[in-house]
């Protein structure tokens, strides 16, 4: 995501190396992905989910557009 | 002592071939090695470095800048770098886009993949997902934890 707009500032951290840093964000499974140090997304989600998140710590939830957010298979 | 086998090194030559149309450069950020200043060990940083140069050995394309973080802090301000090693990459003079720790194990793949996807200047992202992130107008972090395991 981050190739699309540099505003996206996008870290991999490993948690061993840096675990003061883990231990802030209560990482006890990987993958956790934290934005803006306040949403925290746990396990590896799909992409539409993933950017309601993004979006919603950017404070830009206008920006998914009309389409319903995914709720599940239809 | 090579970090990656005959095999590996043969298999990764031949997707970076592929993957990289445009330039990519991995700017590392170290502690200079055979330093032990207390308080800015950096037990990994050797390391790094090694399969770095390793890995960027593998492509003309693929591009290693090596900066000591202590040394050059103004460097390490101007991208953000907070701690080390810290592997920026470097495309089009963005630098929005980095790795904390040493990629190994999985987490190689994790490196090679953005490595790939950054020279073939493909997000491979959804249409919606590309559209909406094209109008972000704000700086969002994303930080995401992982283990090598």
């Given at each position: 995501m981050g190739m699309v707009n540099p505003k996206v500032q996008a870290e991999v951290i490993e948690a061993e190396e840096f675990p003061h840093l883990a231990r802030a964000y209560q990482v006890s499974a990987v993958p956790k992905t934290v934005i803006n140090r306040t949403v925290e997304v746990v396990g590896a989600q799909p992409e539409p989910v993933f950017l309601r998140h993004l979006l919603r710590a950017a404070g830009r939830e206008d920006l998914l557009g009309p389409e319903a957010e995914p709720t599940g298979p239809r | 002592m090579a970090f990656l086998s005959d095999q590996d090194r043969e298999r990764v030559r031949q997707r970076l071939e592929q993957a990289l149309l445009r330039e990519v450069t991995l700017e590392l950020f170290t502690a200079p090695s055979g330093l032990l200043i207390p308080g800015r060990e950096c037990p990994t940083c050797e390391d790094t470095r090694h399969l770095l140069e390793e890995l960027t050995g593998l492509s003309p394309r693929l591009r290693l800048e090596v900066y000591d973080f202590y040394a050059q802090p103004e460097e390490a301000q101007r991208r953000g770098v907070e701690r080390i090693p810290a592997i920026v990459f470097r495309q089009?003079?963005?630098?929005?886009?980095?790795?904390?720790?040493?990629?190994?194990?999985?987490?190689?793949?994790?490196?090679?993949?953005?490595?790939?996807?950054?020279?073939?200047?493909?997000?491979?992202?959804?249409?919606?997902?590309?559209?909406?992130?094209?109008?972000?107008?704000r700086e969002v972090l994303v930080q995401v934890f992982v283990t090598p395991g």
């Open positions: - | 089009d003079g963005h630098t929005n886009l980095k790795f904390y720790g040493i990629p190994a194990g999985f987490e190689f793949v994790t490196l090679l993949e953005t490595v790939e996807a950054l020279g073939r200047g493909e997000p491979r992202l959804q249409e919606r997902t590309r559209r909406a992130l094209e109008r972000l107008d």
